[in-house]
T-cell receptor
Framework: DQQVKQNSPSLSVQEGRISILNCDYT??????FLWYKKYPAEGPTFLIS?????DKNEDGRFTVFLNKSAKHLSLHIVPSQPGDSAVYFC?????????????FGTGTRLKVLA | GAGVSQSPSNKVTEKGKDVELRCDPI?????LYWYRQSLGQGLEFLIY????????KSGLPSDRFSAERTGGSVSTLTIQRTQQEDSAVYLC??????????????FGNGTRLTVT
């Protein structure tokens, strides 16, 4: 049972354009969502998070949007840079249920073309 | 200061042998997690320790897998009688539970386990 899904395994974007990475979830108890970036041979690094009480959170070039009714979140990167090329994972947890266990999606490989 | 540290960074073992993977979390972090990433797959949850509570072992794939966290700090993931399907990158992460939104997971660089 895949509770967090990233249906696009890969995405290619031209440098300077917007990258949009999508994530869907099935568990309505999830109330905290995060995005991570992973380079080869390194651990994932935290990018940005959002609580279910918000529908948008912005940090520099990165913006996360949350649509609770659709159980969908997305990460926008604008403008995209070649250094953004990595695998991006979304993750979710159900904090109000008293757990800090995070469920991750399968990842989307982003390639930013120079 | 230091981040999450995992050792060894690489481990090659023969099928049937036992292995131990170690994780040193960030000092003061009360929660510790183990995940694994098999080739071409996402991050699979294995086990989660939070303070003195009983660990959430719901992700361990079989009874050959076990983990301990001693003194609320260092953790060891043990795989007994390794099988080839255990080959993966094992990732440890820690977080400061209770810090509101500012408590994301901080990952180590992982241990790449190869079972021959």
């Amino acid at each position: 049972d895949q509770q967090v899904k990233q249906n696009s395994p890969s995405l290619s974007v031209q440098e300077g354009r917007i990258s949009i990475l999508n994530c869907d979830y099935t568990n309505s108890m999830f109330d905290y969502f995060l995005w991570y970036k992973k380079y080869p041979a390194e651990g994932p690094t935290f990018l940005i998070s959002i609580s279910s009480i918000k529908d948008k959170n912005e940090d520099g070039r990165f913006t996360v949007f949350l649509n609770k009714s659709a159980k969908h979140l997305s990460l926008h990167i604008v403008p995209s840079q070649p250094g953004d090329s990595a695998v991006y994972f979304c993750a979710a947890s159900a904090r109000t249920s008293g757990t800090y266990k995070y469920i991750f999606g399968t990842g989307t490989r982003l390639k930013v073309l120079a | 200061g230091a981040g999450v540290s995992q050792s060894p960074s690489n481990k090659v073992t023969e099928k049937g042998k036992d292995v131990e993977l170690r994780c040193d979390p960030i000092s003061g972090h009360t929660a510790l997690y183990w995940y694994r990433q098999s080739l071409g797959q996402g991050l699979e949850f294995l086990i989660y320790f939070q303070g003195n509570s009983a660990p959430d072992k719901s992700g361990l794939p079989s009874d050959r897998f076990s983990a301990e966290r001693t003194g609320g700090s260092v953790s060891t993931l043990t795989i007994q009688r390794t099988q080839q399907e255990d080959s993966a990158v094992y990732l440890c992460a820690s977080s400061l539970v209770g810090a509101g939104l500012n408590s994301p997971l901080h990952f180590g660089n992982g241990t790449r386990l190869t079972v021959t």
